[in-house]
């Protein structure tokens, strides 16, 4: 099993500043990697697919970056809209799908 | 407009049984795959089960052998028969389409609580 480990659990920043949100995976999983949005009292939301390709409708300021085992998320300058948990998912060898155990954006 | 409604969710015993429920509109569950994903309160996502298009089901290890994903290709649902639940089952479960490898269509949730 494909373990995925994010950091940090929490990062808090205010309006406007840039969120860098990492991820690792514990082999690599080439570029099959997605990232999921879920704010309070809601389902998950597919954000980023294929490390750094944005789903339908999502704003040009989130972007994904790296592959093999290191990924990075960055919004560009946070929106008050943006503050939830993102998680990382590898599609690269499953079952299992695996996610990681969540970054929560708060704000500052 | 593609959708995903669970249901099925409630207060179980230790031991006892529920069936979950994952109506989809909007496509056909058959051509599909179709997927459980759990949240425990406060926790982060965890993956149950999975039922591919020509049927196959996989399951996570947490849930092998009391678990079982099927569909009813005439109804357009999943289910998700759970036995011998645990206080670790307890969670909102989340049925998911897989599209391209991605969980593309979420449903609403329904919420699983195990407690004597």
């Known amino acids: 099993e494909i373990v995925m480990t994010q950091s940090p659990a929490t990062l808090s920043d205010s309006p406007g500043e840039r969120a860098t949100l990492s991820c690792r995976a514990s082999?690599?999983?080439?570029?099959?990697l997605a990232w999921y949005q879920q704010k309070p009292g809601q389902s998950p939301r597919l954000l980023i697919y294929y490390a750094s390709t944005r789903a339908t409708g999502v704003p040009a300021r989130f972007s994904g970056s790296g592959s093999g085992t290191e990924f990075t998320l960055t919004i560009s300058s946070l929106q008050s809209e943006d503050f939830a948990v993102y998680y990382c998912?590898?599609?690269?060898?499953?079952?299992?799908?695996?996610f990681g155990g969540g970054t929560k954006v708060e704000i500052k | 407009e593609v959708q995903l409604v669970e249901s099925g969710g409630g207060l179980i015993q230790p031991g006892g049984s529920l069936r979950l429920s994952c109506a989809a509109s909007g496509f056909t569950v058959s051509y599909s795959f179709l997927t459980w994903v759990r949240q425990a309160p406060g926790k982060g996502l965890e993956w149950v089960a999975v039922i591919y298009a020509d049927g196959t089901e996989r399951y996570a290890d947490s849930v092998k052998g009391r678990f079982t994903i099927s569909r009813d290709d005439s109804k357009n649902t999943v289910y998700l028969q759970m036995n011998s639940l645990r206080g670790e089952d307890a969670a909102v479960y989340y049925c998911?389409?897989?599209?391209?490898?991605?969980?593309?269509?979420w449903g609403q949730g329904t919420t699983v609580n195990v407690s004597s």
């Open positions: 082999e690599s999983v080439g570029r099959n």
């Open positions: 998911a389409r897989i599209q391209y490898q991605l969980l593309d269509v």
């Open positions: 998912q590898q599609y690269n060898n499953w079952p299992p799908l695996t």
